[in-house]
C-alpha cells in the first residue's frame, strides 16, 4: 500500500521559517519523482516544487523561487521543504505528491498558517 505522509506544519509570523518532511512507502521511493503541491483555502491545487529520482532536476513555482528549498533522502525515503521568509499568502495545506503507474498518490496534508 502506497503511504505519503506529510509533517512539520503550523503556525508562524511572516517572514519565519518553517520545515516540511514526506515520509513515503509503498513504492520504490529513490526511484520515483516528487513534488510538493499546496491547497490555499477556497482556492484549486498549486503545484510548489519538483524534485526528481536523483535530485539532479528540481523546479520551483516563481511564487515561490528563492524562499523554499525541496530537498531528499533516498535512504530515508523522505523528501523535505524547507520554508523560509513566509509570507500570508503561503497559508496553505500542503501535500506531497508521487505519480505512480499513471496515478497520483497524495498524502494528507500538513496545514502551513502563516499569520501575525
Known amino acids: 500500500e502506497v503511504q505519503l505522509v506529510e509533517s512539520g506544519g503550523g503556525l508562524v509570523q511572516p517572514g519565519g521559517s518553517l520545515r516540511l518532511s514526506c515520509t513515503a512507502s509503498g513504492f520504490n521511493f529513490a526511484t520515483r519523482d516528487m513534488s510538493w503541491v ?3 483555502p477556497g482556492k484549486g491545487p ?3 516544487s519538483s ?6 532536476s528540481i523546479s520551483y513555482a516563481d511564487s515561490v523561487k528563492g524562499r523554499f528549498t525541496i530537498s531528499r533522502d533516498n535512504a530515508k525515503n523522505t523528501v523535505n521543504l524547507q520554508m523560509n ?3 500570508p499568502e503561503d497559508t496553505a495545506v500542503y501535500y506531497c505528491k508521487a505519480i505512480l503507474w499513471g496515478r497520483d498518490y497524495w498524502g494528507q496534508g500538513t496545514q502551513v498558517t502563516v499569520s501575525s
Open 38 to 40: 499546496r491547497q490555499a
Open 51 to 56: 524534485i526528481n529520482s536523483r535530485s539532479g
Open 85 to 87: 521568509s513566509l509570507k
Open 46 to 48: 498549486e503545484w510548489v
